[in-house]
């Protein structure tokens, strides 16, 4: 059977790269500078993964407003019903965490008494007045929101090598430029 | 401004403060705050330090006899996070342990007009002194004088920030002190 393969436009290819780009970067560099002594290297990584969480909110967004005003290319026929509705399951929690984990972050940050200030230029509004308590409580947070998205990347992850390996099917060319694969 | 009007204008300010002639000498502590402000990766960061010592003598009728002290306690200091405050404590930066507190002595006061004054000083930092000029406001009523200023230092004049620290991108060198001292009235040695 050889189908023409249904894909995702070009805008939505993009964003889905440059967020997954920018989470295995704002990912890693989190749990890496948390442990580092105090020193000029460590407040400038928090400044970058601060920087590259808020990249990653206002992508999220944009994804979001593009999910809804657009449909995705239609799923294999082939395709079981639970593996559709787990999917989209999984696909709703990313997004949901894709807003809430920067977003815990950015509110850990003000509660914390340190301003996000987007690149060096661009200060973001203290959502939270200075409130040790809540600032404990929202590192909190916004660690239990990472741990989720490891796990569902991780589901993700295994699902497309599942498609690929198992299933033998092109799901994963959906979301691949057209010169990129067969 | 014609200089007729000026001594006429400045001998009716010196006979309505000599009217109120009184001496600000009791520093009320408890109401008083010494802070800072400073650029950590640009953006605006707020300490305090919680506890000093500060001795002054103000009467605005008397500037030439004017004076002020302020000793300020390192360990009490507070930059926002409690990393950052036992960091500040340590070798590179203030050094606490070999020089426990800051002091400000002032050598002059000098009117600028209206409420406000400039006072010159000698401030020591971590064995280190250097003139600082800190123009301020004062506000009185009988009983109750308020100085207000402020002055920017160079950390890096008194090397607090030695090593990786020195590098100015992270933290800025300019840091800025403020003070607000209540000052209660002891009325004047006639
Ligand atoms: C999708 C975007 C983001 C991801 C994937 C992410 C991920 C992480 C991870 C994995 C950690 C380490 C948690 C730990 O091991 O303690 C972390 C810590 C942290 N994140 Fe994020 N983060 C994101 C966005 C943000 C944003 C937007 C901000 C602030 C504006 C932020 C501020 C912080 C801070 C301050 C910490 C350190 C907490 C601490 O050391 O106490 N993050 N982040």
Known sequence: MNTPIQRYNNTAMALHWLVALLVFAAFPLGVYMHDLPLSPTKLQYYSYHKWIGITILVLAVTRVVWRITHTPPPLPEAIPRWEVVVSHITHLALYGLLLAIPLSGWLMSSAKGFQTVWFGLLPLPDLVGKDKALGDLLTTVHQGLNLMLFLLVGMHIAAVIKHKLIDRDQILERMLPKGMSK | ?190
């Open chain 2, 1 to 190: 401004m014609n200089p007729f009007i000026r001594i006429v204008l400045s001998s009716l300010a010196l006979m309505s403060s000599v009217a109120f002639a009184v001496e600000f000498k009791q520093v009320q502590t408890n109401e008083s705050t010494v802070t800072f402000a400073y650029k950590q990766m640009g953006v605006t960061m707020d300490g305090t330090f919680a506890k000093f010592a500060a001795q002054a003598s103000f009467d605005p009728a008397k500037l030439a006899k004017a004076q002020a002290r302020i000793d300020i306690d390192l360990a009490s200091i507070d930059t926002g996070s409690s990393d950052g405050n036992d960091e500040v404590a340590g070798k590179q930066w203030f050094n606490a342990k070999a020089y426990p507190s800051a002091g400000f002595i002032s050598t002059g006061v000098k009117a600028l007009g209206g409420n406000r004054y400039e006072a010159r000083g000698k401030l020591t930092i971590k064995g280190k002194t250097l003139d600082v000029i800190a123009p301020f406001t004062f506000q009185s009523t009988a009983a109750r004088g308020v100085f207000d200023g402020s002055f920017t230092i160079r950390r890096l004049d008194y090397n607090i920030g030695e090593g990786v620290w020195a590098d100015v991108g992270t933290v800025a060198d300019e840091i800025q002190i403020k003070f607000h001292l209540v000052v209660n009235a002891s009325p004047a040695k006639k």
